[in-house]
């Protein structure tokens, strides 16, 4: 029996879906705010309100039935979460306190949430109207060697599916934080002749710059 692979929009209403996407996030990226705020943060409001208002564009990757892969993006690079406030105000109130009591060592990350300065470049990029940002994209482990094509894995036709939903709404630039540490990230960017530009927010980051026609 050949294998099968599609990729489909991520439905926040269903449960296997959720759980993926914040398995895979939670994997990737240990330390971002997001997972350190924990299930119910995500769970209850970033992947449950933000993909319905449409600051978040997710795509998940299904291959032989299963889900493993996904990819999440934002039109709104430098105002993501400060843009969904008024509209959840009360929401996320609850779902932040909630959190807070439930995990009291996470007033610390926001506090350090409240310090962040978001890198001027970013704006730049949103206020273009023409840059969209790649947030998380990650592969299950046990399929992070498969591919789909001659030449491509899954991670790389998650990524052209997504530029194409962009490109064919007048997007050109690909932005995205990334910590210089994230060799696997700078590397998997890099195949597709990206430029990085140092952040002036955070010594130990850069500012992804990637022509969207790169990503053929």
Known sequence: MADTFEIVVFNPDDKEQMDLICAIHSDVLPDSFVVEMGNIFMKQFYYKCLPKIGSLKCFLARYNGKYVGMIVTNKKPFSLIRSAIPIYFWRISFVMSTAMITGPKRIKTILNLLKYKPDPLLKTMEDSKTAFEILTIGVLNDYRKVYITEKEKISHKILKHAVNEYKNNG???????????????????????????????NEGGVILDLNIENVK
């Open 171 to 201: 997007y050109k630039k690909i932005t995205g934080q990334i910590l210089k540490s994230n060799r696997m990230a700078l590397g998997f960017y890099e195949t597709f002749n990206a430029n990085f530009v140092q952040s002036t927010t």
